[in-house]
């Protein structure tokens, strides 16, 4: 089946530095890629998208890029804060027949040391 | 607006027994799925409604797990018989449509002994 791998499981990064998260997914058809925050001890919480129609998105720190030729899209925390440590999913979807549907990566964890 | 609600927020069963759980998706959304989240498999999806219509049943988890929606505002996901290897936080979710983000409920976590 459709897969989505999450490169990194944990990544450590200091204060003021930035983070990558890399994701590869298998479905050609994936045309939504969202990515979702989960801090600790609470549910995911959407942060930013990026559809197949463009290569990149920008919402202040953060950056997604996608390379559909390689069937890779990738988020960058720039100047990351503490407040930043959580767990990172990426997903990626197609609208089929099965409509709105997601397939999520395993997670990375990030930590921002001060 | 409120988020996506779910009770319990935890649940302790016994091996074999049936337990329901239960979400409100956010007033308004089509879209409504049901979660299962572990350390080892992350995120599986369950089962997944449109307008009240069952999308997506899940493949591996049918057997056991039952997921219905019997109007726009309230969903169960009924597990029966539970096993221990159904220990788990279990998150339903809904969404506007297509291409929009998803609401996150707190989660239920499952404990079967």
């Known amino acids: 089946g459709e897969k989505v791998e999450q490169h990194e499981s944990t990544l450590s990064v200091r204060e003021g530095d930035s983070a990558v998260i890399n994701c590869t997914y298998t479905d050609t058809a994936s045309s939504y890629f969202p990515w979702y925050k989960q801090e600790a001890g609470k549910s995911l919480h959407f942060v930013i998208d990026i559809r197949s129609n463009v290569d990149r998105k920008q919402s202040q720190r953060l950056i997604v890029l996608l390379d559909k030729k390689a069937k890779r899209f990738s988020l960058h925390i720039t100047a990351t804060q503490p407040e930043d440590s959580a767990i990172y999913f990426c997903a990626a979807g197609d609208y089929g027949s099965s409509g709105n549907k997601l397939i999520f990566g395993i997670g990375t964890l990030l930590s921002v040391k001060p | 607006d409120a988020g996506v609600t779910q009770t319990p927020r935890h649940e302790v069963a016994e091996k074999g027994q049936t337990i329901i759980l239960k979400c409100e998706p956010v007033s308004g959304h089509n879209d409504l799925f049901w979660y299962r989240q572990t350390k080892i498999q992350g995120l599986e999806l369950l089962s997944y409604f449109r307008s009240k219509s069952l999308m997506e049943d899940g493949g591996a988890f049918k057997d056991r797990f039952k997921a219905e929606m019997l109007n726009s505002s309230f969903s169960t996901l009924k597990i029966q018989p539970t096993e221990p290897k159904d220990s788990a936080v279990y998150l339903c979710?809904?969404?506007?449509?297509?291409?929009?983000?998803?609401?996150f409920g707190p989660g239920t976590r499952l404990t079967v002994l």
């Open positions: 979710a809904s969404s506007w449509d297509w291409g929009r983000e998803q609401y």
